[in-house]
Protein backbone atom coordinates (compact mmCIF):
# COMPACT_ATOMS: atom_id res chain seq x y z
CA UNK A 1 0.00 0.00 0.00
CA UNK A 2 1.50 3.38 -0.77
CA UNK A 3 1.34 5.51 2.14
CA UNK A 4 3.38 9.39 2.19
CA UNK A 5 3.53 10.90 5.73
CA UNK A 6 4.23 14.65 6.29
CA UNK A 7 6.05 15.94 9.48
CA UNK A 8 8.32 18.90 10.71
CA UNK A 9 4.94 21.20 10.17
CA UNK A 10 4.50 23.97 12.97
CA UNK A 11 4.20 27.87 13.86
CA UNK A 12 7.06 29.46 12.77
CA UNK A 13 7.38 33.29 12.95
CA UNK A 14 7.78 35.71 10.13
CA UNK A 15 11.36 35.48 8.08
CA UNK A 16 11.69 32.28 10.07
CA UNK A 17 12.79 28.81 8.51
CA UNK A 18 11.18 25.17 8.40
CA UNK A 19 11.97 21.80 6.95
CA UNK A 20 9.03 20.01 5.96
CA UNK A 21 9.86 16.21 6.00
CA UNK A 22 7.65 13.22 3.71
CA UNK A 23 8.53 9.81 4.42
CA UNK A 24 7.42 7.35 1.76
CA UNK A 25 6.31 3.45 1.65
CA UNK A 26 5.00 0.53 -0.61
CA UNK A 27 6.20 1.82 -4.08
CA UNK A 28 9.87 2.14 -5.12
CA UNK A 29 10.38 5.70 -4.29
CA UNK A 30 13.32 6.20 -6.40
CA UNK A 31 11.24 5.66 -9.64
CA UNK A 32 9.02 8.53 -9.15
CA UNK A 33 9.39 12.43 -9.06
CA UNK A 34 7.33 14.04 -6.45
CA UNK A 35 5.87 17.35 -5.51
CA UNK A 36 4.64 19.33 -2.78
CA UNK A 37 1.03 21.02 -2.90
CA UNK A 38 -0.08 23.63 -0.37
CA UNK A 39 -3.58 24.50 0.80
CA UNK A 40 -4.27 27.87 2.61
CA UNK A 41 -6.87 27.79 4.85
CA UNK A 42 -10.45 27.67 3.47
CA UNK A 43 -8.50 28.20 0.25
CA UNK A 44 -7.87 25.77 -3.06
CA UNK A 45 -4.73 23.72 -3.93
CA UNK A 46 -1.31 25.58 -5.16
CA UNK A 47 1.32 23.64 -6.62
CA UNK A 48 4.71 24.76 -4.83
CA UNK A 49 7.45 22.43 -5.72
CA UNK A 50 8.50 19.61 -8.14
CA UNK A 51 11.37 17.43 -8.01
CA UNK A 52 12.58 14.40 -10.43
CA UNK A 53 12.92 10.51 -9.31
CA UNK A 54 16.70 11.27 -9.49
CA UNK A 55 16.80 14.45 -7.78
CA UNK A 56 18.97 16.03 -10.75
CA UNK A 57 15.80 18.22 -11.79
CA UNK A 58 13.98 20.79 -9.67
CA UNK A 59 10.90 23.29 -10.07
CA UNK A 60 9.28 25.81 -8.04
CA UNK A 61 6.28 28.16 -8.37
CA UNK A 62 7.01 31.54 -8.45
CA UNK A 63 5.37 32.60 -5.38
CA UNK A 64 8.43 30.34 -3.62
CA UNK A 65 11.20 30.43 -5.89
CA UNK A 66 14.64 31.77 -3.64
CA UNK A 67 13.16 31.06 -0.68
CA UNK A 68 12.04 26.81 -0.37
CA UNK A 69 13.98 24.19 -1.80
CA UNK A 70 12.55 20.82 -2.64
CA UNK A 71 14.72 17.76 -2.20
CA UNK A 72 15.47 13.90 -2.03
CA UNK A 73 17.11 11.34 -0.26
CA UNK A 74 16.28 7.78 -2.51
CA UNK A 75 18.50 5.75 0.08
CA UNK A 76 16.37 7.29 2.98
CA UNK A 77 12.90 6.96 0.84
CA UNK A 78 12.47 10.70 2.01
CA UNK A 79 11.28 13.99 0.70
CA UNK A 80 11.87 16.89 1.95
CA UNK A 81 11.01 21.32 1.47
CA UNK A 82 13.44 23.57 2.81
CA UNK A 83 11.84 27.06 3.78
CA UNK A 84 12.98 30.12 4.35
CA UNK A 85 12.14 33.81 4.67
CA UNK A 86 8.07 32.19 5.59
CA UNK A 87 5.86 34.84 5.01
CA UNK A 88 2.33 34.77 6.47
CA UNK A 89 0.87 34.03 3.09
CA UNK A 90 2.81 30.93 3.31
CA UNK A 91 0.22 29.66 5.68
CA UNK A 92 -1.07 26.51 4.59
CA UNK A 93 -0.94 22.63 4.69
CA UNK A 94 1.60 21.03 2.94
CA UNK A 95 0.63 18.08 0.95
CA UNK A 96 3.48 15.58 -0.73
CA UNK A 97 2.14 14.03 -3.38
CA UNK A 98 3.91 11.25 -5.75
CA UNK A 99 3.21 12.42 -9.81
CA UNK A 100 2.78 9.61 -12.47
CA UNK A 101 1.48 12.11 -14.90
CA UNK A 102 -0.81 13.87 -12.24
CA UNK A 103 -1.10 13.25 -9.07
CA UNK A 104 -1.97 9.94 -8.35
CA UNK A 105 -1.07 9.61 -4.01
CA UNK A 106 -1.02 12.44 -1.64
CA UNK A 107 -0.15 12.78 1.99
CA UNK A 108 -2.37 13.87 4.46
CA UNK A 109 -0.46 16.99 5.05
CA UNK A 110 1.41 18.89 7.54
CA UNK A 111 0.26 22.46 8.89
CA UNK A 112 2.52 25.56 8.32
CA UNK A 113 1.64 28.47 10.09
CA UNK A 114 3.86 31.69 10.01
CA UNK A 115 2.64 34.32 12.72
CA UNK A 116 4.53 36.56 15.34
CA UNK B 1 0.95 30.68 -17.17
CA UNK B 2 -2.87 28.84 -18.02
CA UNK B 3 -5.16 29.61 -15.94
CA UNK B 4 -8.60 27.34 -15.20
CA UNK B 5 -11.85 28.51 -14.35
CA UNK B 6 -13.91 26.03 -13.11
CA UNK B 7 -17.82 26.53 -13.24
CA UNK B 8 -19.73 27.09 -11.07
CA UNK B 9 -18.63 27.79 -8.23
CA UNK B 10 -20.84 26.27 -5.84
CA UNK B 11 -23.55 23.64 -7.07
CA UNK B 12 -26.68 22.28 -5.37
CA UNK B 13 -27.96 18.80 -6.32
CA UNK B 14 -29.74 16.05 -4.49
CA UNK B 15 -28.84 12.47 -4.53
CA UNK B 16 -29.67 10.48 -7.34
CA UNK B 17 -29.14 13.74 -9.81
CA UNK B 18 -26.39 14.61 -12.68
CA UNK B 19 -23.51 16.75 -11.38
CA UNK B 20 -22.25 18.67 -14.71
CA UNK B 21 -18.74 20.26 -13.87
CA UNK B 22 -16.83 22.15 -15.58
CA UNK B 23 -12.91 23.75 -16.39
CA UNK B 24 -11.88 26.33 -18.92
CA UNK B 25 -8.50 27.37 -19.79
CA UNK B 26 -7.45 30.21 -20.62
CA UNK B 27 -5.49 28.48 -23.72
CA UNK B 28 -5.02 25.00 -25.21
CA UNK B 29 -4.15 22.20 -22.67
CA UNK B 30 -2.94 18.79 -23.71
CA UNK B 31 -5.93 16.51 -22.63
CA UNK B 32 -3.07 14.11 -21.59
CA UNK B 33 -2.49 16.64 -18.86
CA UNK B 34 -5.45 17.15 -17.50
CA UNK B 35 -6.83 15.47 -14.57
CA UNK B 36 -9.81 15.65 -11.53
CA UNK B 37 -9.28 15.73 -8.21
CA UNK B 38 -11.90 15.26 -5.37
CA UNK B 39 -11.51 16.92 -1.85
CA UNK B 40 -13.35 16.06 1.19
CA UNK B 41 -13.37 18.09 4.45
CA UNK B 42 -10.12 17.48 6.48
CA UNK B 43 -9.09 15.08 3.75
CA UNK B 44 -6.30 14.95 0.75
CA UNK B 45 -7.37 15.63 -2.45
CA UNK B 46 -8.04 12.40 -4.11
CA UNK B 47 -6.93 11.71 -8.14
CA UNK B 48 -10.54 10.71 -9.82
CA UNK B 49 -9.70 11.58 -13.30
CA UNK B 50 -6.08 12.03 -15.98
CA UNK B 51 -5.78 12.50 -19.77
CA UNK B 52 -8.82 13.82 -19.11
CA UNK B 53 -11.00 11.07 -18.83
CA UNK B 54 -9.26 7.92 -17.64
CA UNK B 55 -10.65 7.06 -14.21
CA UNK B 56 -8.03 6.63 -11.22
CA UNK B 57 -7.82 2.73 -9.84
CA UNK B 58 -11.42 2.51 -7.76
CA UNK B 59 -13.04 5.27 -8.91
CA UNK B 60 -16.64 4.26 -9.88
CA UNK B 61 -18.13 4.69 -13.17
CA UNK B 62 -20.47 7.19 -11.89
CA UNK B 63 -17.89 9.68 -12.55
CA UNK B 64 -16.46 10.76 -16.18
CA UNK B 65 -14.30 13.32 -17.71
CA UNK B 66 -14.49 14.85 -21.28
CA UNK B 67 -13.77 17.43 -23.38
CA UNK B 68 -10.20 18.78 -25.36
CA UNK B 69 -9.08 22.10 -25.85
CA UNK B 70 -10.15 24.29 -23.44
CA UNK B 71 -12.88 23.03 -21.86
CA UNK B 72 -13.10 19.85 -19.87
CA UNK B 73 -15.92 18.84 -17.83
CA UNK B 74 -16.38 16.44 -14.71
CA UNK B 75 -19.80 14.46 -14.75
CA UNK B 76 -21.01 12.51 -12.09
CA UNK B 77 -24.20 10.53 -13.28
CA UNK B 78 -26.28 9.42 -10.57
CA UNK B 79 -25.50 11.40 -6.97
CA UNK B 80 -24.60 9.48 -4.29
CA UNK B 81 -24.26 11.12 -0.82
CA UNK B 82 -20.16 10.27 -0.30
CA UNK B 83 -19.93 12.86 -3.71
CA UNK B 84 -20.82 16.10 -2.07
CA UNK B 85 -17.35 17.34 -1.83
CA UNK B 86 -15.17 20.11 -3.28
CA UNK B 87 -14.02 18.93 -6.81
CA UNK B 88 -10.24 20.15 -8.77
CA UNK B 89 -9.01 20.59 -12.28
CA UNK B 90 -5.34 20.50 -12.97
CA UNK B 91 -3.10 20.58 -15.78
CA UNK B 92 0.84 20.16 -16.25
CA UNK B 93 2.63 22.33 -18.23
CA UNK B 94 6.01 23.36 -19.16
CA UNK B 95 8.59 22.76 -16.82
CA UNK B 96 6.35 20.66 -14.65
CA UNK B 97 4.17 24.23 -14.13
CA UNK B 98 1.10 22.64 -12.47
CA UNK B 99 -1.87 25.11 -11.81
CA UNK B 100 -5.30 24.19 -10.57
CA UNK B 101 -8.56 25.67 -10.74
CA UNK B 102 -10.24 27.45 -7.88
CA UNK B 103 -12.26 24.43 -7.22
CA UNK B 104 -16.09 23.37 -7.25
CA UNK B 105 -18.21 22.79 -4.17
CA UNK B 106 -20.59 20.19 -4.93
CA UNK B 107 -23.47 20.61 -1.88
CA UNK B 108 -26.75 18.66 -1.07
CA UNK B 109 -29.75 20.90 -1.68
Not at chain 1, 52 to 63: I, L, Q
Not at chain 1, 86 to 101: H, N, P, Q, S, V
Not at chain 2, 23 to 28: L, P, Y
Amino acid sequence: EVQLVESGGGLVQPGGSLRLSCAASGFTFSSYSMNWVRQAPGKGLEWVSYISSSGGTTYHADSVEGRFTISRDNAKNSLYLHMSSLRAEDTAIYYCARAFGNFDYWGQGTLVTVSS
Amino acid sequence: EIVLTQSPGTLSLSPGERATLSCRASQSVTSSYLAWYQQKPGQAPRLLISGASTRATGIPDRFSGSGSGTDFTLTISRLEPEDFAVYYCQQYGYSHQYTFGQGTKLEIK
